[in-house]
């Protein structure tokens, strides 16, 4: 599969992506070029793409093409009439298209029911049976041969006819197809093989070669399915029916694609949640694996979110709809997954372009082996020519091209069943090279919310009138800290009702002011208390202390003195200090990026083990530190929440978003998604990398090793054919089986 490389602008920075091959020119696709997807059941190898390739190449409307292998989808963008061209055409190669999408008909007219295409590769009972035949005669013959001396006996021919017919047909049909295209692929070189060995009477070998090449092509497409198929557990994860309340108040069972925004659903212990919303009623806790990977069941409650695909466990709960059943995080999951398995991995990309001139090579090396010996050596013509045979069979680079997109497909459904999306095998590859990452504080290394960890009294009295009076003022307030002395308060005295203000106001930068009983109050920063004049030694230095330990504190005041003093700290997640000391191990520098008081930042740096903390960052003070730290590292992640972030997210090689699910904007911009706040997911994507590019350096040494040793064992006459077939498509089932090993990695 060859692909035209093009840059993708991400932001501030260039990522070279991988799309799928002779990549679509946004302008050409605008002019007025018709899309159509189809689905080709019969495209497993690369062998079928080039026929397709070979075929489109020369007919007049087809602008580009793009191929997804492992899903078997076929996009052509045109300006033909109608698809019904592509259509015949690709009948005439016997490949038995379906169309999915044409945008030139967008109704469902005549399309494919999008819920019966099934990219499962089935073999029907006559199929096993034929193989079955085949296998039987093939060996029958070999055995006859090999016991009377005799390959040319009647009974011997009879065999491997037999064996040819039952086993080979599809083979020899598609190799005519292929010959007729002057298209190169393997099952012209394979019917020219075989062909060849009946000439020159070697009839058991003949039929040996068809009915292995056949049994290994059904094993190689079985075992594909595995990892093209990776993926369609998520999809069996979202139930199919929906409880939910009628006008009248009644509970219905109804498909889950008919619920429409705002509907009403009710779960039950052991129901599978259908689509995303919020609870209103009930408390449960909600096995959030499917999305998060999260291992521990999260307690849920009134106003909490919850995601389609995941399993209720305890409580019945009602909730209502955020998004329809196309659009659920798990839906978008999906679709993301589906659309990075046709893009083209940096590996894949030099996979493609040595495959391109290695086949033409080879075969220009059994041309010159079948007559350059008989011509000027006066050697014997068969045997130079049964070993240019067995050098044609040995051509076929399936197992090397199919060995690259196994291994990336299957390692992005492993992340994704793991709660990490990743958009494309481009980043797959990628995460092993990162040696330094840029952590965001808030939100990303603490829970990015503040509780109230001290209370000091500044001036004599009822502590409880003043955590009323402070309350009272921050509840009239959004900011983090007001919030987290609200909920201070309602620990403490949650049945007590707060103080009515009036003439409030929002002092920008500074905190609050309102009127309560008649009194001015203030509730606000350290500058705040200096410009109304009552910041004395001893709340000076009360202040610098909380400072000096990372906490935000805030002074409640009285026009006329300071009354008490509120420290707010942002809690450190549970998995940050294991996360960042996982880091370390495997050599990653980690570097803390944070607006807040370097006070404060070197006070979390040190709790969580990073020596390396820059504090009072502003979105262009980030970007600053991701240029410096590229300079330093060459590679470089950056984890923020995908908004504050956004420029510093882009210029690093790879930007992670952390508790990216429900969020649009984190799964659309994000070149990773880490779908819960586990920050320790991070060292599992770079493992991950790593061990894909392991199994990548492994799969292709295996390929081309195979194809080596064979290669060798052909020219010194020592390779059969049957013995090159073997090779061949043992090699593919290797690489092929090396690869799903992945599915079972993170």
Not at 28 to 48: F, R, W
Request: hydrophobic share 50%; proline share 4%.
């Amino acid at each position: 599969m060859h692909c035209c490389d093009h840059d993708h602008k991400h932001g501030g920075n260039t990522h070279e992506h991988a799309h799928a091959p002779t990549a679509v020119h946004p302008a050409i696709v605008a002019s007025g070029a018709a899309q159509a997807v189809l689905l080709i059941q019969k495209m497993d190898c690369p062998t079928e793409e080039k026929l397709i390739r070979d075929r489109f190449s020369k007919m007049a409307g087809i602008v580009a093409m793009e191929f997804n292998l492992m899903q078997r989808e076929l996009t052509v963008h045109h300006n033909l009439p109608s698809v019904a061209e592509i259509v015949a055409a690709l009948k005439k190669l016997d490949l038995d298209p379906v169309v999915k999408s044409d945008t030139q008909n967008l109704t469902r007219e005549g399309l494919a029911d999008q819920t019966e295409l099934s990219g499962d590769y089935r073999i029907s009972p006559l199929k096993w049976t034929l193989m079955a035949i085949s296998g039987v005669t093939a060996i029958g013959s070999e055995v006859v041969a090999w016991t009377s001396g005799n390959e040319t006996s009647w009974l011997v021919i009879a065999l491997a006819l037999t064996a040819i017919l039952t086993g080979g047909l599809d083979t020899l049909r598609k190799g005519w197809i292929a010959l007729r295209h002057f298209s190169l692929n393997m099952n012209f070189l394979m019917s020219l093989a075989v062909i060849g060995a009946v000439l020159i009477g070697q009839w058991p070998e003949a039929a040996v070669v068809i009915f292995l090449f056949a049994a290994a092509e059904m094993i190689e497409a079985l075992s594909l399915d595995r990892a093209r198929n990776a993926i369609q557990g998520l999809m069996a994860m979202a139930p199919e029916m929906a409880t939910v309340r009628n006008e009248s108040n009644e509970w219905l069972a109804i498909s889950a694609a008919q619920v429409q925004l705002d509907a009403l659903v009710r779960v039950k212990p052991g129901e599978r949640v259908p689509l995303d919303g919020i609870i209103v009623d009930g408390l449960s806790t909600v096995n959030q694996a499917p999305i998060t990977g999260e291992s521990m069941p999260v307690a849920k409650q009134s106003g909490d979110t919850v995601f389609a695909g995941t399993i209720n466990e305890l409580g019945t709960f009602d909730y209502r709809v955020t998004a329809l059943q196309s659009n659920s995080t798990l839906a978008r999951i999906i679709k993301s997954v589906q659309q990075v398995q046709g893009e083209r991995a940096p590996t894949q990309r030099f996979v493609d372009q040595f495959a391109r001139y290695y086949i033409p090579i080879v075969v220009l090396l059994a041309i010159l082996v079948a007559l350059l010996p008989p011509l000027l050596l006066a050697q014997p013509f068969q045997p130079w020519l049964y070993k240019a045979l067995v050098l044609l069979v040995i051509a076929c680079p399936c197992a090397l091209v199919i060995s690259t997109p196994v291994t990336v497909v299957s390692g992005l459904a492993a992340a994704a069943r793991h709660g990490i999306l990743i958009k494309g095998g481009v980043y797959l590859e990628l995460g092993r090279k990162l040696k330094a990452v840029a952590l965001d504080k808030t939100g990303t290394i603490t829970v990015g919310k503040p509780l109230v960890t001290d209370t000091q009294q500044i001036k004599e009295g009822d502590l409880h009138a003043m955590l009323r009076l402070a309350a009272s003022l921050a509840q009239r307030s959004d900011h983090p800290v007001s919030s987290a002395v609200v909920a201070h308060w309602q620990e403490q005295q949650s049945s007590i009702s707060l103080f009515e203000v009036s003439d409030f106001e929002a002092l920008t930068g500074r905190g609050v002011r309102g009127m309560i009983n008649g009194d001015a109050y203030y509730l606000g920063n350290h500058r705040l208390i200096h410009e109304l004049g009552i910041c004395g030694p001893e709340l000076e230095a009360a202040l610098d202390a909380f400072e000096q330990t990372g906490k935000t504190a805030v002074v409640l005041g009285s026009s006329a003195s300071p009354l008490l003093i509120l420290a707010a700290a942002d809690t450190i997640r549970d998995s940050s200090q294991a996360a960042v000391a996982k880091l370390q191990q495997m050599g990653v520098q980690v570097v803390m990026l944070t607006g807040d008081n370097p006070h404060t930042a070197e006070a979390i740096g040190s709790k969580v083990g990073i020596s390396d903390v820059r504090g009072n960052q502003l979105p262009d003070d980030k970007l600053a530190a991701i240029n410096e730290l590229r300079d330093r590292y060459a590679y470089v992640g950056m984890v923020g929440d995908g908004i504050n972030d956004a420029p510093a997210l882009a210029k690093a090689d790879i930007g992670f978003a952390m508790g990216a699910a429900g969020t649009d904007t984190a799964l659309e911009t994000a070149d990773v998604a880490l779908m819960d706040d586990n920050l320790g997911k991070l060292a599992d994507f770079i493992a991950l990398s790593k061990k894909t590019h392991s199994v990548l350096m492994q799969n292709i040494t295996l390929a081309l090793g195979i194809k080596a040793v064979f290669l060798a064992l052909a020219l010194g006459g020592e390779a059969t054919l049957w013995m090159a077939v073997f090779a061949d498509m043992g090699a593919s089932l290797l690489v092929v089986f090396n690869g799903l090993r992945l599915l079972r990695a993170v």
